[in-house]
C-alpha cells in the first residue's frame, strides 16, 4: 500500500499591521529551507502582546494580508485567530490550523528572533513545543541567543537574507508622508492609501 508522506506545513502569525517584505522573505525563506509545502499566514485576533497598542481592526490586516499574499500557491491565510474570541494564543492557533486538514501534517511554527526571545513566557509553552518545530529567522538588530531548551524546544535558525523592515517603521513612515514603495508589496501600500490607515 502507498503512504503519502506527511505533509510540513508552516504557520506563520503575526499581527501583520501591515505585512511588508520582511514576512514575505521570511515564509518564502522557511519554505526552501525547511522543504515545508505550504506556509499558513495566521492574523492575529487580539495581539495579547500588543493590547496596550492601537492596532488596525482585524478586517483591514486580514485584508492587506490577503493582498500581500496574493495568488502564491505555497502561501495561504487562515482567519482561526480572527474568527476565534478572546486572545490570540499560539497553542489555540496550532490546534485550529491542525484541524483545517483532513490528514496527518506536521507543523513548524514560523517567527522571527525577536519573538523568540521572549518564548518561554508563552501561554502553555510547554505544550505547544510538544505540537510543533520552530522555525526561527534571523532579524536585524536581534542577535541568534541561546534559547532556553529545558522545556524541550525543538528549533532550527534559518539565515535569511536581512530584511530590515518592520511593520512599526512602515506606520511611521506612513504617518510622516514618506514612501512605502517596495517595502511592502504594492497591492498593500495601495490599500493604505485608499483606506488612509496610520495617518493620525
Ligand atoms: P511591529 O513592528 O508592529 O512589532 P513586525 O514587523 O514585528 O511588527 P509582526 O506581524 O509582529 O511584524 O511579525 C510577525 C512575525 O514575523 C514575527 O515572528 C516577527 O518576528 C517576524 N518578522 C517580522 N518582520 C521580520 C523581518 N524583517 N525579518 C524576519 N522576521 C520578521
Redesign the pocket.
Known sequence: MLHESVRRIGV??????P??L??L??ASEATFRCGLDEVVFVPTGDPWQ?HHLDVTRASGRLAMTRLAVGSDPLFRISTCDIDRDGPTYAIDTVADVRAEYDHEVDLYF??????LENLHTWHRVEELCKAVKFIA????GYSRKDVDTSFGVDVQFID?P????????C?QRVRDGEPVRYLLPRPVGEYIAEHALYRD
Open positions: 506563520f502569525g503575526g499581527t501583520f499591521d505585512p511588508h520582511g514576512h522573505v521570511a500588543k514560523i517567527l522571527g528572533a525577536d519573538s529567522l534571523n532579524r536585524p535569511m536581512a530584511v530590515d523592515v518592520s511593520s512599526t517603521e506606520r
